[in-house]
């Protein structure tokens, strides 16, 4: 419990910090006082597994296999997107399809959410906890059963996103 | 040599928050505008931010410029998320030549 | 029909860009600030993409695209501010646009939440 407020003071303090880079000591005076009122507030909300941070393969693994693929999924999202908006007939395709994902944790399942926000054609409507159940609306449908969208949609971010946050 | 690169940066930007709000303008539901709106609008913003970060360098306001983009990537897709089960939960139909809705069918929406 | 409407629309916007990039316009580039005759014609891009939105804003059939439309011009006005930091050499620019992404952020989400028709709490 106590371990979770130092940690999100930390990570507080920080963000202070590069808020006004350089800083002096007013500045982080002010800092301290602030950045302990938000962890005393929150403090039991935003971090729930504190052990999950002293792994280092999970840093790892963040930077260097998912932040490269998301940047060049995003790229190739906007091109797509580009294309269907410039083209006179408007080739879209549009619907609504179900996907099952294996992730369990709040974390997780909200980088995955955002990730298929930001790749090509797809964006998260809802979420079910419970069933592990994403409703996903596609510009494009190719597969209107749940395997096959499983398949295109969730399974090229689900490993990755396994190594860095279960 | 840089600065060339941030301009560069900042036209590809310009081109992508046009390419976006034409997309808005043009697609024929909500669901539909969402997606070009947040796909497009949010790399373009990003892209005209780090044009600006290139260009002023590693000091206070190019610093700002970075938390900027990190605080947009997190934010938008949320705000996108809310907006489209707030707008099927209100009864908004999806365009009359879509495949398939199963949002409805599970009797969720 | 449709390609003749694509064709004009097409027509129309290459020439106010045209007009806009290559135009009549003066503007004197004061010293120390380099790239102020660019930015200052880049910044009718940004205005000409949110005459878009407000467009959307005064056609849009639903709540839901004048919602829509609202959080695309609030993301715009930060690409604005940026653009008026660098072209104009004030740094407070940008701490408009960090101030304007947090508020808009909250109240698209709480306009989606009257959407849904809940109160604030659930």
């Known amino acids: 419990m106590v371990k979770r407020r130092l940690i999100l ?36 909300l935003f971090i729930q597994r504190a052990y999950v941070l002293k792994h280092h ?29 410039l083209h006179p007939n408007l080739p879209i395709n549009p619907g609504i399809v179900k996907v099952k994902t294996t992730l369990k944790s709040d974390t ?27 409703y996903v609306h596609s510009i494009n449908v190719k597969g209107k059963d749940v395997e096959s969208a499983t398949r295109e949609i969730v399974q090229r971010f689900e490993n990755i996103l396994k190594e860095v946050f279960e | 040599m840089v600065d060339t690169i941030g301009l560069i940066f900042i036209v590809i930007g310009l081109a ?31 892209s005209i931010l780090f044009g600006a970060f290139l260009i002023v360098g590693l000091t206070t306001t190019g610093i700002k410029a970075l938390l900027c983009i990190v605080f947009l990537l997190l934010t938008t897709p949320v705000a996108a998320h809310a907006i489209a089960r707030g707008a099927h939960k209100s009864g908004v139909k999806l365009w009359e030549g879509s495949v398939i809705d199963r949002y409805a069918e599970d009797g969720k929406g | ?53 407000i467009w959307r ?20 006005i930060i690409g604005l501010c940026s653009i ?8 407070w620019y940008l701490d408009i646009a960090m101030a304007w992404a947090l508020q808009s952020f909250i109240s698209v989400l709480a306009f989606s939440k009257f959407l849904e028709g809940r109160s604030f709490d659930e």
Request: aromatic share 12%; proline share 4%; glycine share 8%.
């Open chain 1, 57 to 85: 393969r999970r840093y790892f693994y963040f930077v260097f296999h998912y932040v490269p693929m998301f940047i060049i999924e995003v790229i190739k999202a906007n091109i797509d997107v580009a294309y269907r908006v």
């Open chain 3, 57 to 76: 804003v005064f056609l849009g059939p639903t709540g839901a695209d004048r919602i829509v439309a609202i959080d695309i011009l609030g993301i715009l």
């Open chain 2, 16 to 46: 992508f928050d046009a390419f976006g709000c034409l997309g808005v303008l043009r697609l024929p539901d909500v669901y539909n505008r969402l997606q070009a709106a947040t796909k497009c609008v949010t790399m373009g913003t990003c």
């Open chain 1, 108 to 134: 997780a399942l909200t980088f995955l959410a955002n990730s298929i926000t930001l790749t090509p054609g797809t964006m998260t409507v809802d979420i079910d906890e419970e069933e592990g159940v994403l």
């Open chain 1, 9 to 44: 003071f930390v990570m507080a303090l920080i963000v202070w910090c590069l808020l006004n880079w350089v800083p002096d000591w007013q500045h982080v005076i002010v800092g301290v006082f602030s950045a302990a009122l938000v962890s005393w507030l929150t403090g039991d």
């Open chain 3, 84 to 91: 008026l930091t660098i072209s104009t050499g004030r740094t």
């Open chain 3, 1 to 53: 029909m449709k390609i003749i409407r694509w064709v004009i629309g097409a027509v129309i916007l290459i020439s106010i860009l045209v007009y806009i990039m290559g135009g009549h316009m003066q503007f004197l580039s004061p010293p120390g600030l380099p790239y102020f005759t660019f930015l200052s014609r880049a910044l009718y891009v940004i205005l000409l993409a949110g005459t878009m939105c």
